[in-house]
């Protein structure tokens, strides 16, 4: 049972290590930092990559909480992402989106849900977090 494990582990680790752009020397590292008091789903995008590479997706994110982040470089070797957020809270729901382009390494971006929710922005709690 145990060399099944091992070997499992072995053909798996170039796919745990293809996923993290910081290791293979193409990419940095971000905070994500929610610095209000409400709980916040967020979804991030690694627009470097294209409008549709989610590196976080639809995580709870606590108030006054920090989240590390590897993303990856443009062609300029900046970063650039994207961002959703939704209030945890289906009784006092809130939105927020923002675009950050040119991040350096270490840098933080601040995520939030204090505005009013679009129509084409998410009413109700991902149906992956619904129990």
Request: hydrophobic letters at 45%.
């Amino acid at each position: 049972m145990h060399r099944k494990f091992g070997l499992g582990l072995i053909l798996a680790m170039p796919l745990l290590l293809s996923g993290t752009p910081v290791l293979g020397g193409d990419g940095i590292s971000l905070n994500i930092v929610n610095d209000g008091t409400q709980d916040i789903l967020v979804t991030v995008y690694d627009t470097s990559l294209g409008p549709n590479a989610v590196v976080l997706a639809h995580a709870r994110v606590n108030g006054f909480t920090t989240i590390p982040l590897s993303v990856s470089l443009d062609a300029n070797g900046m970063a650039n992402v994207s961002w959703t957020a939704v209030t945890a809270d289906a009784n006092d729901r809130k939105c927020g989106h923002a675009e950050r382009v040119g991040l350096a390494d270490s840098s933080s971006v601040t995520v939030r849900a204090d505005g009013e929710c679009k129509a084409s922005e998410p009413a109700v709690m991902p149906a992956a977090l619904v129990r």
